[in-house]
């Protein structure tokens, strides 16, 4: 980890001489972005295997269980955006600071997202009673029901601290320290994968508790990976320069502004995921086997996808810097090489999705039930095809939107996700209960979604008004 006067410029320092030639090496050029980008990149995909392995080891223990832990992970997750959302916002703000050279302005930041976590725990208690209403009331049966509400309620006690990781882990991004980020979340993700193995299963004098055991090793992992951010952001040798210590108090106006930025940040991923949850919910109306493919299938694409946001927080911090330092042309060049990578990988991985699909569903074979495995392989191959097809999507809207939320331009984000996330809801809803529409429909329905978002993102940045957007006060 580097001291203070060396950190400080980590993002101002391009990795190659000024003049350096080559999209490889000139500055913002693809050596410098992957080196940013790198460490993101391995955190994401340290929370991926994580949420890999854990519906892999719910696999073996029931397949029912491993299709309840979508539905429930992914309305649990909605509950946390807004915060999460708003919170994340810290790392674009410590950026712009960054790049603008406002050290000392830091430490307030990060505490205004803190406060924002602490804030939203009682919240999270309160979702825990609602839980049997939602999932008891979609039409699944009422074994994965009940599967469902035992998960959320657990995964509820560990969401303050989602939140709160959010925003500490921004000191850290934002200021281009991504290694600190890196090995705090792959330590997390070990952790969880080992007490998932325990709890799950009842192993080494563990009590065997299925979902449950799940989402008690989630909650342990997550509240252990918030106490070590903030071990580190306090480090004797940050607390003169970035005012650690003395900034811990709450500040309205501050508050305000990271609410302006990051609200709609937040509300754009609410209604996202909140769609998504309720795809999901539909989905299961299909039938229980329907359900378990598309989680299967998802599970295997995350793999491709979530990686993916490690590019974007990449854009979003550079951007960030880049527009602090005034430099709004290498902020559209970091995004373009960003989108570049991101593509090459994507890309990869939808090859391998078509070509050798079995290999992602090895594991999940290995300690299934084999009837039960054999029941949903076919579709699942089927539902990789689509995976294959939006996952270049994907890489385009997440790179585009994270440019422009990097900049500040959040209020459209969020206006698009506002329009855009209640007409595959809709039609998925008339689907089902008019034109008698199949898995196959809905699969076609959310990629054409995703389509959607990187045409409108795609346009966005292309029209050029986020060059001009600041979300701090230049000195």
């Known amino acids: 980890m580097t001291s203070d006067s060396e950190s400080v410029d980590v993002l101002q320092s391009p990795s190659a001489p000024p003049n350096a030639d080559g999209w490889w090496n000139r500055e913002c050029g693809g050596r410098e972005v992957l080196i940013l980008a790198l460490p993101l990149v391995v955190s994401t995909i340290s929370w991926t295997l994580m949420n890999f392995i854990d519906r892999t080891f719910l696999m073996w223990y029931a397949t029912e269980a491993m299709a309840a832990a979508m539905p429930a992970g992914a309305i649990s997750f909605t509950a946390i955006c807004l915060g999460m959302g708003i919170t994340s916002y810290v790392g674009t703000f410590v950026a712009q600071q960054h790049g603008a050279e406002q050290h000392a302005q ?45 998960y959320f309620r657990i995964l509820m006690f560990g969401a303050g601290a989602v939140v709160i990781s959010s925003a500490l882990s921004g000191f850290f991004s934002g200021r281009g320290e991504t290694v600190v980020v890196m090995i705090v979340s792959a330590a997390a993700a070990v952790l969880n994968i080992g007490l998932d193995y325990l709890w799950i299963f009842g192993k ?9 055991g799940a989402g008690i090793a989630t909650v342990v992992s997550e509240w252990c990976k918030a106490i070590v951010y903030l071990v580190l952001v306090f480090r004797r040798d940050r607390l003169g320069v970035f005012r650690i210590a003395t900034s811990c108090r709450f500040d309205a106006g501050l508050m305000r502004r990271l609410i302006r930025f990051g609200g709609p ?64 042309d290498l902020a559209e060049r970091a995004t373009w090489t960003t989108l570049t990578l991101a593509l090459w990988y994507s890309g990869a991985m939808g090859v391998l999705y078509l070509l ?57 984000v969020l206006l698009t996700a506002m329009f855009l996330s209640p007409i595959p809801v809709g039609l998925g809803w008339i689907g089902i209960h008019y034109w008698d529409w199949g898995l196959i429909a809905f699969w076609f329905l959310v990629t054409s979604w995703i389509l959607a978002q990187s045409l409108v993102y795609g346009a966005r940045f292309l029209h050029g008004k986020w060059r001009s957007m600041r979300v701090i006060d230049i000195e």
């Open 106 to 150: 830091m430490g307030a930041i990060v505490w205004q997202g803190v406060w924002v976590g602490v804030s939203c725990i009682p919240f999270f208690l309160m979702l825990r009673m609602v839980a049997p209403w939602v999932f008891f009331r979609v039409g699944h049966s009422i074994a994965l029901a009940e599967l469902e509400t035992s």
């Open 204 to 212: 080494f004098g563990f009590p065997e508790g299925g979902i449950v």
């Open 265 to 328: 940040s937040g509300l754009q991923m609410f209604v996202e995921m909140g769609a998504f949850s309720a795809y999901l919910l539909l989905v299961g109306q299909l039938g229980g086997k329907e359900l378990a493919a598309t989680t299967l299938a998802f599970n295997v694409n995350s793999l491709a996808f979530i990686p993916l946001i490690g590019f974007g927080i990449a854009v979003s911090i550079i951007v960030g810097n880049q527009l602090g330092r005034g430099r709004d």
């Open 356 to 412: 050798t699909p079995d290999t992602f569903l090895l594991l999940h074979q290995m300690g299934a039930d084999q009837q039960e495995f054999e029941n949903v392989h076919d579709i699942t191959i089927v539902l990789l095809r689509f995976v294959a097809a939006y996952c270049l999507l994907d890489a385009v809207q997440i790179v585009f939107a994270s440019a422009i939320k990097g900049a500040g331009d959040t209020r459209f």
